[in-house]
């Protein structure tokens, strides 16, 4: 009994405390770092880093970088061909076409990072919340996911384009709230497989209450999987919303998008083919540079799908 006493005393001393969360910070971070190491010295993820950089630089410069307005009209200028003056050619309007997707580039980037960040700010917190929660709330939160995802995403983008209205904000509600309950689980299984642990039972015998314990312990050591996870899902959104836009449901003219390039190309591709290639070359690029970064960061930071193991 006094031996128990003296154990239970020691655990709630802050010295001892402040150790156990340094303890789990600490290897959190160096996790990470190594992590980071890792995939600078794989030759295919430090080559999608580096053309993503590229891509994503080029996309916010685009004030700077394009030489034309993207709206503005030339009408002598139809389906130039490209050329010095013109680099990727000019579409049915005479609008220059490097320029636009340059400025598309800028809607495409700005829609899956916005959506992507608010789907994983949301799907953490109500993952951290089911997996440490009572298992009433666990139920509740599980079943708003599975009604979520029990729509078909074009179709439930659709049908909130039709209500709200097609925009850009439209957009990024319509995938951030489908892609919610896909990070809101990975958060909530990360959460159960540390639940149990011995440094979190001695937190909360110290008196630790949960805010504390999912801010200190279980946050640093979940957000590596949905960090990867986002990085994955980024090509999916820029292709939903190249989609909507194609269909005539995302970003409306005369705002260039990559899809609303590429219906203006099919529309005319017997005249000229190039609009067709430019708006759609970038998309593919894109697209495959951060599937790519993606399945490289899993191959890294899974074990299961380490290829040295």
Same mark, same amino acid.
């Given at each position: 009994?006094?031996?128990?006493?003296?154990?239970?005393?020691?655990?709630?001393?802050?010295?001892?405390?402040?150790?156990?969360?340094?303890?789990?910070?600490?290897?959190?971070?160096?996790?990470?770092?190594?992590?980071?190491?890792?995939?600078?010295?794989?030759?295919?993820?430090?080559?999608?880093?580096?053309?993503?950089?590229?891509?994503?630089?080029?996309?916010?410069?685009?004030?700077?970088?394009?030489?034309?307005? !993207?709206?503005?009209?030339?009408?002598?200028?139809?389906?130039?061909?490209?050329?010095?003056?013109?680099?990727?050619?000019?579409?049915?309007?005479?609008?220059?076409? +490097?320029?636009?997707?340059?400025?598309?580039?800028?809607?495409?980037?700005?829609?899956?990072?916005?959506?992507?960040?608010?789907?994983?700010?949301?799907?953490?917190?109500?993952?951290?919340?089911?997996?440490?929660? !009572?298992?009433?709330?666990?139920?509740?939160?599980?079943?708003? *996911?599975?009604?979520?995802?029990? *729509?078909?995403?074009?179709?439930?983008?659709?049908?909130?384009?039709?209500?709200?209205?097609?925009?850009?904000?439209?957009?990024? +509600?319509?995938?951030?709230?489908?892609?919610?309950?896909?990070?809101?689980?990975?958060?909530?299984?990360?959460?159960?497989?540390?639940?149990?642990?011995?440094?979190?039972?001695?937190?909360?015998?110290?008196?630790?209450?949960?805010?504390?314990?999912?801010?200190?312990?279980?946050?640093?050591?979940?957000?590596?999987?949905?960090?990867?996870?986002?990085?994955?899902?980024?090509?999916?959104?820029?292709?939903?919303?190249?989609?909507?836009? *194609?269909?005539?449901?995302?970003?409306?003219?005369?705002?260039?998008?990559?899809?609303?390039?590429?219906?203006?190309? +099919?529309?005319?591709?017997?005249?000229?083919?190039?609009?067709?290639?430019?708006?759609?070359?970038?998309?593919?690029?894109?697209?495959?540079?951060?599937?790519?970064?993606?399945?490289?960061?899993?191959?890294? *930071?899974?074990?299961?799908?380490?290829?040295?193991?």
């Amino acid at each position: 009994m006094a031996e128990d006493r003296t154990l239970g005393s020691t655990l709630r001393r802050p010295a001892l405390r402040r150790l156990l969360g340094r303890g789990a910070e600490g290897g959190a971070r160096s996790g990470n770092a190594s992590a980071l190491v890792r995939v600078l010295h794989d030759p295919v993820g430090t080559t999608c880093i580096l053309v993503a950089l590229v891509i994503i630089a080029a996309c916010a410069m685009a004030p700077w970088l394009a030489p034309y307005d !993207p709206t503005q009209i030339y009408a002598g200028e139809r389906f130039e061909a490209p050329s010095w003056e013109f680099w990727l050619g000019t579409d049915h309007l005479g609008r220059d076409m +490097f320029s636009r997707v340059l400025y598309g580039g800028q809607i495409a980037l700005q829609v899956a990072f916005a959506s992507i960040a608010t789907a994983l700010t949301l799907g953490l917190a109500l993952g951290l919340i089911a997996g440490f929660g !009572p298992k009433w709330l666990d139920a509740a939160i599980l079943l708003l *996911f599975d009604t979520v995802r029990s *729509f078909p995403v074009v179709i439930f983008g659709l049908a909130v384009l039709t209500v709200l209205g097609a925009s850009l904000y439209t957009v990024i +509600f319509v995938v951030a709230v489908t892609s919610v309950p896909t990070f809101g689980r990975v958060a909530r299984t990360q959460t159960l497989s540390l639940k149990n642990n011995e440094f979190i039972l001695a937190e909360r015998s110290m008196g630790a209450g949960m805010g504390r314990i999912l801010r200190v312990h279980v946050l640093p050591n979940a957000i590596g999987p949905l960090l990867i996870l986002a990085s994955m899902d980024i090509p999916i959104v820029i292709t939903i919303e190249a989609g909507l836009s *194609f269909l005539g449901m995302g970003v409306q003219p005369p705002t260039p998008s990559w899809g609303n390039i590429l219906n203006d190309g +099919f529309s005319y591709i017997r005249q000229a083919p190039w609009p067709v290639i430019a708006g759609g070359m970038p998309l593919i690029v894109t697209t495959l540079v951060f599937t790519f970064l993606g399945e490289t960061l899993r191959d890294l *930071f899974d074990p299961k799908l380490r290829r040295d193991l």
